[in-house]
């Protein structure tokens, strides 16, 4: 069965920094992209950064290039959102999500959300 | 970015009507078009992958349609677990965008 556990949210300052996990199991975790969607309270989604099964090729919103990094430590299959400069429109649940591949793809399966807010 | 726009934005319904929601993308995407159900408090679930694939234990009375920039996603007779938000996504290229979603409601 596969599992996504997402850790690491919380209440964090305007210009803070924060770190997001992603512990996967269930799957062969080379073989799968993953990926981070974020959901505002009360709004809809919006896809934030994806990286490849091999953890080469890393992919980003707009809202996110330079403040936000994709990466993925294959020894402990887990995923990371490491979140930078965060401002308050960064306020969400975080979701990871894997997909066969990285692009042109569909997200398989989802995490159960993590709650991000930044707030002074 | 290629903007997705999903209609009805909302909706009331009776158990067992036929329920159909549309989304248009800005720019051609082929069929890298995919939908998902969300239910309150709830991660997205995927129904539909490449505009009509059935994703493996979604019910047969979901179905999904269209190519380019036209897409449907049908349900033919609504069940009270079905009554959710749902969510059509391109893949066609980076950034991947999402509809702003299409909420189902009890009438």
């Known amino acids: 069965e596969v599992q996504l556990l997402e850790s690491g949210g919380g209440l964090i300052q305007p210009g803070g920094s924060l770190r997001l996990s992603c512990a996967a199991s269930g799957f062969t975790f080379s073989t799968y992209a993953m990926s981070w969607v974020r959901q505002a309270p009360g709004k809809g989604l919006e896809w934030v950064s994806a990286i490849g099964g091999g953890g080469d090729g890393t992919y980003y919103a707009d809202s996110v290039r330079g403040r936000f990094t994709i990466y993925r430590d294959h020894s402990k299959n887990t995923l990371y959102l490491q979140m930078n400069s965060l401002r308050a429109e960064d306020t969400a649940v975080y979701y990871c999500?894997?997909?066969?591949?990285?692009?042109?793809?569909?997200?398989?399966?989802w995490g159960q959300g993590t709650l991000v807010t930044v707030s002074s | 970015d290629i903007q997705m726009t999903q209609s009805p934005s909302s909706l009331s319904a009776s158990v067992g009507d036929r329920v159909t929601i549309t989304c248009r993308a800005s720019q051609y995407i082929a069929t890298f078009l995919n939908w998902y159900q969300q239910t309150p408090g709830k991660a997205p679930q995927l129904l539909i992958y490449?505009?009509?694939s059935l994703q493996s234990v979604v019910p047969s009375r979901f179905s999904g349609g269209g190519s380019g920039t036209d897409f449907t996603l049908t349900i033919s007779s609504l069940q009270p677990e079905d009554f959710s938000t749902y969510y059509c996504q391109q893949t066609y290229t980076t950034p991947w965008t999402f509809g702003q979603g299409t909420k189902v409601e009890i009438k």
């Open positions: 490449g505009a009509s």
């Open positions: 999500a894997i997909h066969p591949q990285v692009a042109g793809s569909h997200f398989d399966y």
